[in-house]
């Protein structure tokens, strides 16, 4: 078993990743930038050590000084959470080289899903169904406008690098394609330093359902379920829940069976998410692979009782899964609602700043993962999401309602959150009725795309 994880990420996920390896035994070494020293990751692990300045590339993003920590703290692992450099193939073959246990999967399968055109191309050779789109890289915008000619309008506009819905825009005529195309390219560019982009038909109001996967050294896939996550706001999730239940059981193992293809089909190793989007007739399609573990993982724990980041450890320690297929079980319905320290009155503006108060929601299938406490500052320069309020229930209308009285238990002064809206999504007919799409959230309450 791995004995010591240098854990090169921050917040929420750094003290989840912490909560495991303690149970488990291994001490972990935190890294923090300067406006960081006081976040409750750097209080909890066995040591601390501040990586940089505020700046992410000299802090987060440092590669060498990250691996320069792990190595003087003679850590043999690596967890890179979520963000940052969880998906960086060059950082996993930097471990790789100093012999440091990358927790996630080989730099070759990063590298080949990462590249959405690229694994467009794996998932079509395996045979998991793909929206209809380019077959490799645009060339140029004349490509483009021949290939919109030949799917159809609307298309989406896409960068091969792209995550977090940056570098992507939809045309839903040749003007538009020929604006939206520089703009999504100048986009992409600015965020990955790679400006290469593809085409898909534009699927009008899809669902988001992905699944869980984990692979091992010994060839085992298997998935861990589904999860639905299309209450969206600008391509960012802000509401999931497992198991789906918009797809028959048929179309879920389908589903199921089409991931566990597209793992196989790399020789996929550890944690992974496949990623479809699924049309009004229920045919789902092939959008992309996350390489890492995923900000709504708690909902798959919460349904399965198996730790995921467990499971990471264990599959990079060279173990074998310790369940077969069959072993999985699904109990329930679980739910996770992102909170965000940001004011959805004044379009989602971050509100960074000093927590006064903070009373976190108890009672059955009740979990808060954070990292915040009274008296904690926000600093104004990460993501705005500084906690997840995650439920358990018998069933999705259990859920819902336990959601719902969670949610107006959770008490945080001092800032400006996204609670009260939340609390809005949760109730509204559309999402009790399980007939909401991925660009709800811009047409229900018109707010900025």
Known sequence: MINKVLIANRGEIAVRIIRTCKELGIKTVAIYSEIDKDSLHVYMADESICIGPNNVSKSYNNMDGIIYIALKTKCDAIHPGFGFLSENAEFAKKCEENNIIFIGPRYEHIEKMGDKSKARQTMINANVPVVPGSKGTIKDINDAIKIANTIGYPVLIKACAGGGGKGMRVAYSQDDLIVNFNLARGEALSSFGNDEMYLEKYIENPRHIEVQIFGDSFGNVIHLGGRDCTMQRRNQKLIEESLTSYLDDETQNNLYTAAINAAKSVGYLG???????????????????????????????????????????????????????????????????RINAEDPDNNFRPCPGKINYIHIPGGIGVRWDSYIYSGYTIPPVYDSMIGKLIIWGKNRVEAINRMKRALDELTIEGIITNKDFQKKLISCAEFNNDTHYTKFIENKYKVSN
């Not at 450890?313 to 999985?328: F, H, T, W």
């Open 271 to 337: 944690a992974g998410t496949v990623e479809f989007i699924v049309d009004d007739n229920k045919n789902f399609y092939f959008i992309e692979m996350n390489t890492r573990i995923q900000v709504e993982h708690p909902v798959t724990e919460m349904i399965t009782g198996i730790d995921l980041i467990k499971l990471q450890l264990l599959i990079a320690s060279g173990n074998a899964i310790p369940y077969k297929q069959e072993d999985v079980m699904f109990n329930g319905h679980a739910i996770e609602c």
